[in-house]
């Protein structure tokens, strides 16, 4: 066995500015800002949870409440590290928040990027193509036409409030996956981690240098 030290995190003594990546811009879709009257409640929910594996197609308004359960921003704060913390169902270090949701719906189309701030999903021109990126994911468990949600850190945002911080990152990303296992379940939605990082597509969705892949799953 190989353990990988990630060190120990430590706030820094003086925060860092940093400036957030630009993701490009494209059609926007509104997304439902509600829960269905029907989803269960926690302790039903905690001892019913599932993985589970009859993907058929998830419509945009069962997306709209998983997200609004697990990422939507509900308040912002201070902009003291160049962008503004904030506050979503999921915790996170810092508040900070650096894990970003990227979606491709049904087994057609292209990729979208969730804004937890406006709660909509951006289309997202990428040169890596959504088809290419099923096709490795079909190989661990076959989805079908489950959406494919990937999801995709910029640590830049939390190495600048600590040291050390790709442990926070990581955890930031369980945390996210546990939130989403659990609100589909809610939903009554099939859901399933797919163990694998997402890379090397996730650090290459955009142009741009600093983001890396640390989770996938599909939801069905």
């Known amino acids: 066995m190989t353990w990988v030290d990630l060190g120990n995190p430590y706030l820094l003594a003086e925060p860092r500015s940093y400036q957030p990546l630009r ?50 921003v509900q308040s912002l704060g201070t902009q003291q590290l160049g962008f503004a913390l904030s506050k979503r169902p999921a915790p996170s270090a810092g508040a900070i928040h650096p894990i970003h949701i990227v979606v491709h719906v049904g087994r057609n189309g292209g990729w979208y990027r969730y804004d937890p701030v406006d709660h909509v999903l951006i289309e997202l021109s990428s040169s890596i193509q959504p088809q290419t990126v099923r096709a490795a994911m079909n190989q661990i468990v076959e989805g079908g036409d489950a959406a494919l949600v990937l999801f995709v850190a910029e640590p830049g945002k939390t190495f600048a409030k600590y040291g050390d911080a790709c442990s926070l990152v990581w955890r930031d990303a369980g945390v996210l996956l546990g939130y989403f296992s659990l609100a589909a379940e809610a939903l009554d939605l099939s859901f399933c981690p797919l163990g694998v990082t997402g890379e090397p597509w996730g650090g290459r969705l955009i142009n741009e240098a600093g983001l890396i892949g640390v989770g996938a799953a599909f939801v069905g």
């Open 23 to 72: 993701w490009p811009t494209g059609k926007r879709i509104e997304l439902v800002d509600q829960v269905p009257s029907e989803a269960r409640g926690f302790a039903q929910i905690a001892l019913e949870r599932r993985t589970r594996y009859g993907f058929g197609p998830v419509s945009l308004d069962s997306l709209g409440s998983l997200f609004l359960l697990t990422n939507r």
